[in-house]
């Protein structure tokens, strides 16, 4: 059992480009080492704004996975899943929506930018100004506590402890609360049962944090208890009720180094993207019409890197001798701009090698992918079972 769960969920966009190795996949890779991870296809969110056009979002659930697979995320160390293969989000969304005040759904900021950026459609509907609740149970369904999102999600993970926090303090007080933790504390065993319950009265008593701590600790690292009964005595310790919900933090990714081509962020909407599956042809052709400085409008005219979008590029492809080579030949003209991309489609073309290598053995074996998405659905869907049992019989619908 670790004392960490980490959860993110991705958009069904098809497949993926460097924009996301190097924004979202090369840190999942890296958690999926340090954490028990969860990752999923947000397929409902895909409704949440294309709910008109919905034609191609399993394509697209299938074309992400395989990227994300290819990209190096391990199956074995992380469970993959599709959201909408776990039908529980979706009870856990009904649920908590009886509870959620409408103002809080339209201060999110992103519900009145979005309407407002997205002219074209009429989001003014039920479904998008639920989902950041719909994210809120995609969240606290797993009781995960890190959630690895970039900059403009994190509004989104504020809310969703908002929810958690008001969903605990309202069903938190369970009937038989008292006795279930009791005999939660003896399931401890002897010695821990004993030194627990020194803790909290010391706690209780006295006020002392650092025995509050030492209990958190003691709890953490406990590996007989069921997530419920875990959290009963996390409650216990503090006075309160159970917390039945875990208030999630925002595992804050670094802003990705990868730009587009024409140096804005990476994205299918500005056509700017060279796809993980990119044929080589092709991103040896769109780097080598890349824009660059303008004022390097012949040979002859020197340049300046920063003003340029392949500088942004060999910030991630280039070593500092390289570095050195194109900053003194810019800007003094002393190597063309075709020149100086050779490195940088050198460089991609050597990382996009192996990924596109494992694409295509993935895509020639699709039933190996639907055994891996299957296996992390069922996994996903026992752990988000536990928590229901939970949330049912806190609101009082228990029914054997
Ligand atoms: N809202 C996220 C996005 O648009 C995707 C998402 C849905 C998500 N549910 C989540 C991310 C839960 C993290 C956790 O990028
Ligand atoms: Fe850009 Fe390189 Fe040309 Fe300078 S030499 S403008 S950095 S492509």
Known sequence: MYADRVLSGMRPTGSLHLGHYHGVLKNWISLQHEYECLFFAADWHALTTHYDSPGDIEANVW????DWLAAGVDPSKATLFIQSRVIEHAELHLLMSMMTPLGWLERVPTYKDQQ????EKDLSTYGFLGYPLLMSADILIYRANRVPVGEDQVPHLEFAREIARRFNHMYGKEPGYEEKALAAVKKLGGKKAKLYQELRTRFQ????????????????????????DKERLYGYLEGGGKMILTEPQAL????SKMP??????????????IALREEPDSVTKKIRTMPTDPARVRRTDPGTPEKCPVWQFHQVYSNDEVKAWVRAGCTSAGIGCIECK?????GVLKELAPIQERARALTEDPDTVKNIIADGCDKARELARETMRDVRESMGLSFG
């Open 260 to 273: 587009g081509l024409d140096g804005q962020k990476m994205s299918k909407s500005y056509g700017n993207t």
């Open 116 to 119: 407002e950026k997205l002219t």
């Open 252 to 255: 804050l990714t670094e802003a």
């Open 205 to 228: 008593q006295a006020g002392d944090e650092a025995a509050l701590e030492s209990a958190k600790a003691l709890l953490g690292e406990t590996q007989n208890l069921s997530l419920g």
């Open 63 to 66: 074309q992400m996975v395989i």
């Open 342 to 346: 050779q490195p940088v489609i050198e």
